[in-house]
């Protein structure tokens, strides 16, 4: 059973053009993640949720917004995708009492 | 300077082999550590914590030096299926359960 779903598996968008991926969990974890990695990179945290607590890394563009409406959802919206944003994002939940992060599958953003 | 320094590799080694791999840490804070484990174009998945004391599950061996900031992960008997990248992960405090993580040291085992 899907634990951490995210839609669509694989974007395209064109340069400038807003995106939003999607993040849905069925574990009912409070915590929330959004992942940047691109190749042969390390997953990068862009921002994470506890609750409705948003917490932004400093060196996340302004380009990069997220919105969690409930539990089960989180999103990500790149308002005016580059080039460079093209990479996969991953969502991660976690329990808030144990140390163990679930991965979703990862969005594959290509950007045209 | 990376918070999280990993070999990239590529370790190629055939079926059998002992392979080990190194992580060094900068933040001095890091709380807790781990392995996880990324088969090619999918999501991170963890492998195994890393305990102060060092820790071993089946063919896995964790050690860790808070002294050096040096994490290490040995794997015996490598099979085929170990073939994947594997990433060194830190806990840092500040948010929720925060990870930090390397860039993975790749490892392909070979018939």
């Known amino acids: 059973d899907a634990m951490v779903i995210q839609n669509p598996r694989y974007q395209v968008t064109q340069f400038g053009k807003p995106v939003t991926l999607s993040c849905s969990q069925t574990?009912?974890?409070?915590?929330m993640y959004w992942y940047q990695q691109k190749s042969s990179q390390a997953p990068k945290l862009l921002f994470h949720?506890?609750?409705?607590?948003?917490?932004n890394e400093a060196d996340t563009p302004d380009n990069f917004q997220s919105r969690r409406p409930n539990t089960s959802f989180c999103f990500l919206d790149i308002r005016s995708p580059g080039l460079g944003d093209a990479a996969m994002y991953l969502c991660?939940?976690?329990?808030?009492?144990?140390?163990?992060?679930?991965f979703g599958p990862g969005t594959r953003l290509t950007v045209t | 300077r990376k918070e999280v320094e990993q070999d990239p590799g590529p370790f190629n080694v055939p079926e059998g082999a002992t392979v080990a791999f190194n992580c060094t840490y900068s933040n001095s804070a890091s709380q807790s550590f781990f392995w996880y484990r990324q088969d090619c174009r999918k999501e991170p998945k963890l492998l195994m914590s890393v305990y102060s004391s060092g820790n071993e599950d089946g063919r896995f061996t964790a050690q860790l030096n808070r002294a050096s900031q040096y994490i290490s992960l040995l794997i015996r008997d490598s099979k085929l299926s170990d073939s994947a990248t594997y990433l060194c992960v830190v806990r840092v405090s500040g948010g929720y359960n925060k990870l930090i993580f390397g860039a993975g040291t790749r490892l392909a085992v070979h018939p």
């Open positions: 949720y506890y609750d409705k607590d948003f917490n």
């Open positions: 991660a939940t976690n329990s808030g009492e144990g140390y163990e992060q679930y």
């Open positions: 574990l009912n974890h409070n915590v």
